[in-house]
């Protein structure tokens, strides 16, 4: 099985990603200051390591990227005598097993994808109703895998343990946020809970949300893994693992929209909630991100919600001391912004690839993973580590579906089209002029 495999491959890479901030977090800690071309080099260092590991993973490719294509004819008899009136062939070819078949749709996508299923049941392939470079149909007959005669029913220990881990180093930034270090002072426990509590349930709610959509779509999926870290912000998130593919762009879609939208059912209350025990910044004065200060202004959804929750108290300045509540929403918007983004195997990659098709999606996110890396390097730096770890894991391309020529219905499309609209009312700041019309401090003046 090479699924496995490339599981723990994605693992150490991941371990990887974050060593740099590990070490940049424990000298800061211990008052070393830490050279930006040492951090810098330290990055290139930890990439290369995860490309030579890269080399060694197994990695999924798309028809048309296979190496040394072997190319000839093939029988049309087959395909003619079974499916001919659902997929009229005009051309074919092999690729490393797979039969390529060129031609165009008799009926509906989702008509031929089923006809297609049935008609090749008890053969030796798996159908596969695909896209071309020019978004044109085309038909890919699979070798078929034999199911195992028995599925192993995973124990969830791992999931419980890597939750009660993260549920500790969450407690524990949460204390220290506060000032407080458990180590010493372990009976102050409760002062990380607030934070904890809250980032665990909306990170949980993200992880649940793309799991009973999978469910929904009868698609094998395990829970959610936590993944604890012990500094910072105590976790880089969690992540569930497909077993099966989409069958169409309905249940891609549905997968990539549900965890962001989830995981704000839960953000937003805590926002609303924590800001109104959070403090006012007075004037111009600022404080570090790693104090718990936030700029009211660095996201027009964040600013909407601090003037609802605040009212004309965020007249008095631009900044705001978060409460820990406020904080694990706040972060809860950034985890779902991050999410968002239409790049290879992030929801919103998913998303882009149900709403736009296969060649569109992967344009898009190679502008969209661009735009990441310039953000990174001339507007925040933490963003720099994201974008690094976003190319090395979540890559510029979504897995199709094995019906990858169905469409979204109105309502999908519509959904979409809100869930992008949130991503830009996270990410986009307050535009100058829009500081008085909504009754907050402007730091410009």
């Known amino acids: 099985m090479e699924q496995p495999r490339q599981f723990h491959h994605t693992l150490l890479m991941v371990l990887i990603c974050i060593l740099p901030l590990f070490l940049f977090f424990v000298l800061a800690l211990n008052g070393v200051e830490i050279s930006p071309l040492f951090l810098f080099l330290f990055v290139i260092i930890c990439c290369g390591v995860m490309f030579y590991f890269m080399q060694g993973a197994p990695i999924h490719q798309e028809v048309e990227e296979m190496e040394e294509a072997e ?5 049309n008899t087959t395909f003619v005598g079974r499916a001919e009136d659902i997929f009229r062939s005009r051309s074919q070819h092999r690729i490393k097993g797979n039969v390529i078949i060129e031609g165009k749709l008799m009926v509906d996508p989702d008509t031929a994808y089923k006809g297609l ?14 896209e071309d470079d020019a978004g044109k149909p085309i038909v890919v007959l699979a070798p078929k895998v034999s199911p195992p005669t ?8 791992l999931n419980i343990v ?33 934070y904890a509590l809250a980032l665990m349930l909306i990170l949980g709610a993200h992880e649940l949300g793309h799991y009973f959509a999978a469910r929904a779509h009868s698609m094998r999926v395990t829970l959610p893994y936590f993944i604890p870290v012990p500094f910072a912000l105590g976790t880089f998130g969690a992540f569930i693992q497909l077993k099966t593919p989409a069958e169409n762009r309905r249940a891609l879609f549905d997968v990539g929209i549900t965890g962001p939208l989830a995981g704000l059912v839960f953000a937003i209350p805590a926002l609303l909630i924590g800001l109104q025990s959070s403090t006012i910044v007075p004037g111009s004065d600022s404080v570090s991100m790693m104090q718990g200060g936030a700029s009211i202004g660095s996201s027009v959804l964040f600013a909407l919600i601090a003037k609802l929750s605040l009212g004309t108290a965020v007249a008095a300045g631009h900044q705001v001391i ?7 929403g706040w972060l809860g918007l950034l985890v779902t912004a991050l999410n968002l983004l239409p790049i290879g195997q992030l929801d919103g990659g998913h998303i882009a690839h149900a709403l736009f098709g296969r060649k569109n999606s992967k344009t898009i996110g190679m502008v969209a993973l661009f735009s990441l890396f310039l953000l990174g390097l001339f507007v925040w730096s933490g963003l720099l580590t994201w974008a690094i770890i976003v190319f090395f894991i979540a890559g510029t391309k979504s897995a199709p579906a094995l019906n990858d020529v169905s469409k979204l219905d109105p309502n999908r499309v ?3 089209a809100f869930a992008f609209i949130l991503l830009f009312l996270i990410l986009i700041p307050v535009p100058h002029s829009f500081y008085q019309s909504l009754g907050i401090h402007c730091p410009y003046v």
């Open 117 to 130: 299923r049935e008609r090749f049941e008890n053969t030796d392939n798996t159908p596969l109703l695909q």
């Open 322 to 328: 978060l409460h820990p509540l406020a904080f694990a």
């Open 71 to 75: 190319e000839g004819s093939t029988s």
């Open 150 to 157: 028995e599925e192993k029913v995973r124990s969830p220990w």
């Open 162 to 194: 890597l939750f009660g881990l993260t549920l500790m180093t969450t407690t524990w930034a949460g204390a220290a946020h506060q000032g407080v270090i458990l180590w010493s002072q372990p009976e102050k426990f409760e002062v990380g809970l607030p």
């Open 414 to 416: 519509a959904i979409g």
